[in-house]
């Protein structure tokens, strides 16, 4: 079984630690590392090669929306999915190359399904 490699993007390490925690219990996902911020995510992108990113919209330094655009421009075949509880960047994000959102307070059934259908 391929695993579905996914990168963390949000600068709240609590944030990043329980969504390394939830996706690490599922033998179809790996995550194969974070970043504290857009800068970082678009750097790790390169290097770690991710299948899907979870990235944060409001980061200090360089925010998601302009790591996504950053990071599509280079990798488009990477998925990026937005986890975010600011709505007002969903169209920026989508504008920006996203291939999808949700709100953090999702749920951790809706998260998983969302990285699955993103590579389906």
Request: aromatic share 4%.
């Amino acid at each position: 079984m391929q695993k579905i490699r996914v990168l963390i993007v949000d600068d709240n390490a609590a944030v990043r630690d329980g969504l390394r925690s939830i996706l690490s219990a599922h033998a179809d996902i790996e995550v194969v590392g974070d970043a504290v911020d857009g800068l970082d995510a678009v750097a790790k992108a390169n290097g770690l090669s991710p299948n899907v990113i979870l990235m944060d919209a409001q980061m200090p330094g360089m925010n998601g929306v302009e790591a996504t655009r950053r990071i599509k421009a280079h990798f488009p075949e990477i998925k990026i999915l937005f986890l975010t509880v600011h709505s007002n960047y969903i169209d920026e994000a989508l504008v920006a190359g996203a291939d999808g959102y949700l709100m953090k307070d999702c749920g951790r059934e809706k998260l998983l399904g969302a990285i699955r259908e993103l590579i389906s």
